[in-house]
């Protein structure tokens, strides 16, 4: 069973920067598939970017492209989201999301089954 855990959220001035991560631990698999994705109030869920098991492929939503750089840091086992140049629109819970070893990711979510319980990014001066 995956325990999939988010840290890294908080309150941000415009034009600053959070790195967000993502704990994903699994019984047997150390390097999961990752993906992160957001929903802010009163919208639908969206994809942010995601990363497969042997980081052959990360993928980004097109809009998020730039400011959004996913990572994976193999000596804590975490998958890093860091966010540049945040705009108020930023604003939202952001999750986690885990699948195990796959050779791709996606950005679609019921490619997932193992979710965390978010971690809120708030844009604001």
């Known amino acids: 069973h995956s325990q999939v855990v988010e840290s890294g959220g908080g309150l941000v001035q415009p034009g600053g920067s959070l790195r967000l991560s993502c704990a994903a631990s699994?019984?047997?698999?150390?390097?999961?598939?990752v993906a992160w994705f957001r929903q802010a109030p009163g919208k639908e869920r969206e994809g942010v970017a995601c990363i497969s098991s042997t980081d052959v492929s990360s993928y980004y939503t097109d809009s998020l492209k730039g400011r959004f750089t996913i990572s994976r840091d193999y000596a804590t086992n975490r998958v890093h989201l860091q966010i540049n140049s945040l705009k108020p629109e930023d604003t939202a819970g952001y999750y986690c999301a885990d699948e195990g070893f796959t050779a791709y990711c996606s950005l679609v979510e019921n490619y997932y089954h193992h979710w965390g319980q978010g971690t809120v990014v708030t844009v604001s001066s």
């Open positions: 699994g019984d047997t698999l150390d390097y999961p598939t």
